[in-house]
């Protein structure tokens, strides 16, 4: 039967997710905020639903979004990432009003949004663990409990909001009068940015590796991981490239780790897709560090190995089907690489550059080349949102090939208007260690020469600004 789904997000996911819902034959709803009211997202959907003038707020809105659901008819709501994704309240107000949430039950993502508890679950079940503290007590105590972990475990120490997610409310410590000084601004952060001023400790791994596993498991408790991802290249704790599979040699370990990432959603009770996130320090042991309870950016480059569309599967899975393969039947093959282009100026430490418009949007193509993106010749980037424009993700049958694929890419992609990442990404993957697939979450501080480029325009990105120009004005600016 057909299905009405609603997609609470807006940009790149919300596209992604309305092709998976139109191809399943559903009818896909969408919700925008005024400055979203020229996005590709609610061009695409079969119905496009106005929530209020935002900006972020509106889609932030649970009884709005719900309201909005009920009033439309919608029979499910898939939350993208960010937003209201790991929201407990939403997956429980839509469970409360008969409408299926396209995720975890609600008391999983209760319990794994909290990392304290998301600790203990894991310590129970015996995975590995970084040594870490419970919720810090208010005041005083909270700080002399930090105090006295710092100095049984050694600094550097890793101070975490509980509700944290996506990279926010890390700070690194690296002494006792740093700590003293930023426990109370982390509270401060953690309460603005997930209305939560609960924080903990755990002690630092240094430079290590970020290797994440996706999983699946349906209602039955059937549980299988689609293989590994390396995601260590990273600023300020935000993902800028992802891999899949991870470089890893050791096989026995990236096995390892992919079966404890089933244990850890076993023990959790969890159903739907989710990634279940570890640290791999320099001797090559790995620790649980999270579990993400929604779809990922970098879901594409495990679909690119494996052939498995893990949103698809998602809407099927929380419609009430079980998983349609096993374990066995999930083969990875090649390499695949996703970067994140956004509208930033990494020479102005990575300022946005929201306001500005697409003038000439030309992307790459071909064998092995994915993008999920939202923009278009003509397109003004909203201010208020995030920075990213498009994913480009590229697959290759050997880590070489992929690299050389990723080169081809970057150079045939042209946006004017904004300034983006793509020269930095040029540097990036023409680095040796990069190339050698050799590199740890320091690898963007201590590759600080990336940031040296100019901007170079081939003769043919030239002809296409131009041509992009005249049809935009209507002549030839350049006539004489």
Same mark, same amino acid.
């Given at each position: ?155 550097? !120490? ?231 424009? !498009? ?22 992609? !042209? ?66």
């Amino acid at each position: 039967m057909k299905k009405k789904i609603l997609i609470a997000n807006r940009g790149e996911i919300a596209l992604r997710i309305i092709r998976a819902v139109q191809e399943l034959g559903h009818i896909a709803v969408a919700i925008y905020e005024t400055p979203d009211k020229d996005a590709l997202h609610i061009r695409t959907a079969d119905e496009a639903i106005w929530i209020g003038d935002g900006p972020r707020c509106d889609y932030l809105n649970i009884e709005k979004v719900i309201g909005v659901a009920k009033k439309s008819g919608a029979d499910a709501i898939h939350p993208g990432y960010g937003f209201l994704a790991e929201n407990p309240d939403f997956a429980k107000a839509c469970e409360h009003n008969g409408i299926i949430f396209i995720g975890p039950p609600s008391d999983v993502i209760q319990a794994l949004g909290d990392k304290v508890t998301a600790r203990r679950i894991m310590l129970d079940a015996g995975i590995p663990m970084v040594p870490g503290t419970d919720n810090l007590s208010a005041g005083d105590a909270g700080l002399r409990e930090a105090i006295d972990f710092a100095d049984k475990y050694g600094y550097p !120490v890793m101070l975490k909001a509980t509700a944290g997610g996506g990279g926010r409310g890390i700070r690194r410590v690296e002494n006792e009068k740093q700590l003293r000084a930023e426990l109370p601004m982390a509270r401060a952060e953690a309460k603005s940015a997930f209305n939560n001023d609960a924080v903990f400790l755990e002690k630092a791994v240094i430079n290590p590796k970020h290797v994440e596993v996706q999983i699946i498991a349906d209602k039955d408790g059937n549980t299988v991981h689609l293989g590994s991802r390396d995601c260590s290249i990273q600023r300020r704790n935000q993902k800028l490239v992802e891999i899949a599979p991870s470089l890893i040699q050791d096989k026995a370990l990236v096995d390892k780790i992919c079966e404890t990432a089933v244990t850890a959603a076993k023990a959790s009770h969890y159903v739907n897709a989710g990634t279940v996130e570890f640290l791999v320090d320099r001797d090559w042991k790995f620790y649980f560090m999270e579990i993400n309870t929604r779809v990922q950016v970098e879901h594409t480059v495990t679909e690119m190995v494996t052939g498995i569309d893990i949103v698809r599967t998602q809407i099927k899975l929380a419609l009430g089907k079980n998983l349609s393969f096993t374990q066995d039947d999930v083969h990875i093959r090649g390499f695949a690489v996703e970067m994140r282009i956004n509208a930033e100026d990494p020479q102005n430490n990575f300022m946005p550059e929201g306001g500005k418009t697409v003038s000439v949007y030309r992307s790459p193509g071909g064998y092995g080349v994915r993008l999920d993106g939202f923009v278009y010749q003509g397109f003004t980037i909203p201010k208020v949102y995030d920075s990213l424009l !498009v994913k480009m993700t590229v697959f290759g049958f050997s880590w070489s090939e992929t690299v050389d694929r990723l080169l081809r890419c970057l150079n045939n992609f !042209v946006i004017t208007g904004p300034k983006t990442t793509i020269p930095y990404y040029v540097n990036l993957v023409q680095d040796p260690d990069f190339k050698k697939g050799d590199f740890d979450t320091s690898f963007i501080e201590t590759h600080s020469h990336l940031i040296n480029y100019e901007d170079q325009v081939s003769e043919g990105n030239k002809l296409a600004h131009l041509i992009a120009e005249i049809h935009y004005k209507g002549e030839n600016p350049y006539a004489v």
